[in-house]
């Protein structure tokens, strides 16, 4: 069982599969840490050095992956309410923000667009 | 269980015993491995040739081995011609005149340029060489093993801080980063340890060399440190290769290395460098090595103790690759006699990008042909092969020149793989 960045995973899995599990990661960035770290697309975590595993966790320390991107992320959403924007205020309502039609189709709007939104 | 059914698809079937045993089949040996009486025999392949090639992995599992009950080759007349080369390099070796051979096996889907290996590699081991054989060209590329960055003039493997230098370097253009792959040489090794275990037992080592606490008294034991520490394995090889192309006093044997599939060699892996660009596949060091021996760049050709240098292309499984497709055609028409600035001489097209690291290798390759492989001839060599088949019990009809001629023509004019496959097509 391996920890990279305190999550534990088991020997077997693939690097790119343990990376892309991180909020902030997904196909296009594991791909990148993977190529800085010259790992092979099919590693397994099993098979990673222990210098290796600590410079992937200093890698992943240094970017900005789960909850500071979370709050980032909500920080804008409340940025945009709080200076009192069209945007912000589409968020409120739970309407569509980028400028879709309201009379049919809002009901993926409805669920997502919200201030407090959940990542 | 892990890796089960790997196991299961990729295993290797050589013998069914519901196939009819063919009476008066011969095996092959060092006589009749040159008979011209032999063309169109199919000859058999006995039980140590089989452990050997098993070790090299000289098999496919797409290969119809399942269907007879004895392991079997057909001979060519292109298997005499290779015969030949091999007896006469093993002269040439003996008589302190070393002469190495480098061929590049082309031709289309199916007309036999992995079996033409096999049936070399068989005769290299019916006389006593070392065989090293890279099974599948695209096991290198496609970055599924193992890679690590290391300067273009040392062997030894870089630290995370000294691969950041030369990452730095190279991306100012002044040096290009080559790269080891550990688990594939160590692959290599353990194929060549296994498979010429008796003929390396008995050749000891020219210098001493002492790796960490392995210290090696043959090439054995020189190539088994490089299977037990995977870190060691890119020196070790590079060792033993020297090792094997090193003139000494005390002979040694020459080498026959057999390479399936060059045409993912000619083009860019898969896999990345630290700032994301691909990296081309004559970056990592395996790959190099190989492609210099053949194309003979700076020398590395020539075997100082003679040897066969073969390379197949792939016809199902070829990736596009214009730069190669042209050299192949500059290596025909330089074989033809003409010279790089006649009229004729193919050149790329203008305006267009063509990989010029291919495109280079034209330069120091004097001696290097180009085998294109085509279909069976038909009286002699397809028919011989339809009446394995029918002796087999596989093939049902009646081997008849008309029959025979059938078979030939539907299989596009004899093409070997073709005409297996209608040789044990289901009759309902």
Same mark, same amino acid.
């Given at each position: ?53 600590? *410079? ?38 739970? /309407? ?24 | ?93 003996? *008589? ?80 290009? $980063? ?105 970056? /990592? ?54 010279? $790089? ?88």
């Amino acid at each position: 069982m391996v920890f990279l960045f305190s999550v534990n995973f088991p020997e077997r899995r693939m690097v790119k599969k343990a990376l892309q599990s991180f909020f902030g990661i997904g196909p296009n960035v594991s791909a990148r840490l993977l190529a800085k770290h010259h790992l092979h697309d099919t590693c397994r975590v099993g098979e990673l050095a222990n210098t290796q595993i600590l *410079e992937i966790n200093a890698t992943l320390t240094e970017m900005k992956i789960e909850n500071d991107l979370r709050r980032q992320v909500l920080g804008n959403i409340a940025r945009l309410r709080d200076t009192g924007t069209f945007r912000g205020k589409r968020h409120a309502m739970g /309407l569509p923000v980028r400028g879709q039609r309201t009379k049919n189709q809002t009901i993926t709007a409805w669920k997502l667009n919200k201030i407090d939104r959940k990542l | 269980m892990i890796g089960e059914r790997k196991a299961l698809r990729k295993r290797i079937v050589i013998s069914n015993t519901n196939a009819l045993e063919v009476q008066g089949l011969r095996d092959l040996n060092v006589k009749n491995m040159v008979d011209e009486t032999q063309i169109g025999q199919m000859l058999a392949l006995n039980e140590e040739l089989l452990d050997h090639l098993r070790d090299v992995r000289a098999f496919k599992p797409t290969q119809n081995w399942n269907m007879f009950r004895k392991p079997s080759t057909l001979m060519r007349r292109e298997s005499v011609e290779m015969g030949r080369t091999i007896l006469d390099v093993s002269a040439g070796q003996a *008589e302190e005149r070393p002469r190495t051979v480098r061929r590049i096996i082309a031709g289309e889907r199916g007309t036999g340029k992995s079996l033409m290996l096999l049936q070399a590699m068989s005769m290299a081991f019916l006389n006593d060489w070392v065989v090293i054989n890279v099974p599948e060209g695209q096991e290198y590329t496609i970055a599924h093993s193992a890679y690590a960055p290391m300067t273009i003039n040392s062997a030894r493997q870089l630290s995370p801080d000294q691969a950041a230098q030369t990452a730095s370097k190279q991306s100012q253009g002044s040096q290009e $980063m080559i790269y080891n792959q550990p688990t594939l040489t160590a692959e290599l090794l353990q194929r060549i340890s296994k498979s010429n275990e008796n003929v390396l037992k008995r050749i000891p080592l020219a210098h001493e060399y002492k790796f960490g606490d392995y210290e090696p008294k043959n090439l054995y034991s020189l190539a088994v440190v490089g299977v037990e520490e995977t870190s060691l394995s890119w020196k070790v090889w590079q060792t033993l290769w020297e090792e094997l192309t090193s003139p000494s006093e005390r002979r040694r044997p020459p080498v026959l290395v057999a390479i399936d599939g060059i045409d993912h060699w000619m083009t860019l892996s898969k896999y990345r460098s630290a700032d994301y660009k691909p990296i081309h596949a004559h970056q /990592l060091a395996p790959i190099r090595h190989f492609v210099e021996m053949l194309f003979n760049q700076n020398g590395a050709g020539q075997l100082a103790n003679g040897g066969i240098v073969l390379a197949a292309t792939t016809g199902s499984n070829a990736p596009s690759v214009p730069a190669f497709e042209l050299l192949l055609k500059q290596l025909d028409a330089r074989a033809r006699g003409l010279k $790089m600035g006649d009229n004729e001489f193919p050149m790329p097209q203008p305006y267009k990008t063509v990989d010029q690291r291919v495109l280079n290798l034209l330069e120091g390759s004097a001696e290097l042909n180009v085998q294109r492989l085509k279909g069976l001839e038909k009286d002699v060599e397809a028919k011989g092969l339809l009446e394995y088949f029918a002796r087999s019990g596989v093939f049902r009809e009646v081997v008849s020149e008309r029959t025979v001629a059938e078979k030939w023509s539907l299989a596009g004019g004899g093409v070997i793989g073709e005409l297996a496959r209608f040789g044990s097509r289901l009759r309902v």
